[in-house]
T-cell receptor, first 113, second 111 residues
Framework: EAGVAQSPRYKIIEKRQSVAFWCNPI?????LYWYQQILGQGPKLLIQ????????DSQLPKDRFSAERLKGVDSTLKIQPAKLEDSAVYLC???????????FGAGTRLSVL | LAKTTQPISMDSYEGQEVNITCSHN???????ITWYQQFPSQGPRFIIQ???TKVTNEVASLFIPADRKSSTLSLPRVSLSDTAVYYC????????????FGSGTQLTVLP
């Protein structure tokens, strides 16, 4: 069974630039999560989708972050404009339903210079 | 918000049993307790999940007391490859409750 795919693995940008991350969840998983993990900390949930609807985006900095899951499968997370404090690993995970066991991708490591 | 508290770090030696306890005082009736393992440069990986009493699988056991306000992950006979960060997560199936990872427990297994 294929796991959660994320791309790119690494990204280096300058502050005020924009960046986008892509995630393809496990087939059949209705719930998709985006997390931000800063070095030395646990993952912080940014947004949770159930199919193509948003379940929870309370911790998403909506002035600069956006995410979509238009067809209920793939998802894109965008940051525009990026700040230095956005340097982190961005993890995507999926589960059969919300609250179920989550399967994580390898993440995208973002460095903002 | 299902907040969890774990020790920041633990050291052990190869071949020993390791127990990591997580406190979750405000666990809700329909919440499950799930433990994940994370190696550097990888996403967290599911270890074990339980609701009450004891659950055992091929890699770990999970002990949950009757009040469910804490849980203990038990790793039998650890090896160097078990060095990782371990997180407990509390949440319900189908739940829209905010899922919160704590800072995790850095387990270091020494030779």
């Amino acid at each position: 069974e294929a796991g959660v795919a994320q791309s790119p693995r690494y990204k280096i940008i300058e502050k005020r630039q924009s960046v986008a991350f892509w995630c393809n969840p496990i087939s059949g998983h209705a719930t998709l999560y985006w997390y931000q993990q800063i070095l030395g900390q646990g993952p912080k949930l940014l947004i949770q989708f159930q199919n193509n609807g948003v379940v929870d985006d309370s911790q998403l900095p909506k002035d600069r972050f956006s995410a979509e899951r238009l067809k209920g499968v793939d998802s894109t997370l965008k940051i525009q404009p990026a700040k230095l404090e956005d340097s982190a690993v961005y993890l995507c995970a999926s589960s059969f339903e919300g609250g179920d066991i989550q399967y994580f991708g390898a993440g995208t490591r973002l460095s903002v210079l | 918000l299902a907040k969890t508290t774990q020790p920041i770090s633990m050291d052990s030696y190869e071949g020993q049993e390791v127990n990591i306890t997580c406190s979750h005082n405000n666990i809700a009736t329909n919440d499950y307790i799930t433990w994940y393992q994370q190696f550097p440069s990888q996403g967290p990986r599911f270890i074990i999940q339980g609701y009450k009493t004891k659950v055992t699988n091929e890699v770990a056991s999970l002990f949950i007391p009757a009040d469910r306000k804490s849980s203990t992950l038990s790793l039998p006979r650890v090896s160097l490859s078990d060095t990782a960060v371990y997180y407990c997560l509390v949440g319900g199936s189908g739940s829209a409750r905010q899922l919160t990872f704590g800072s995790g427990t850095q387990l270091t297994v020494l030779p």
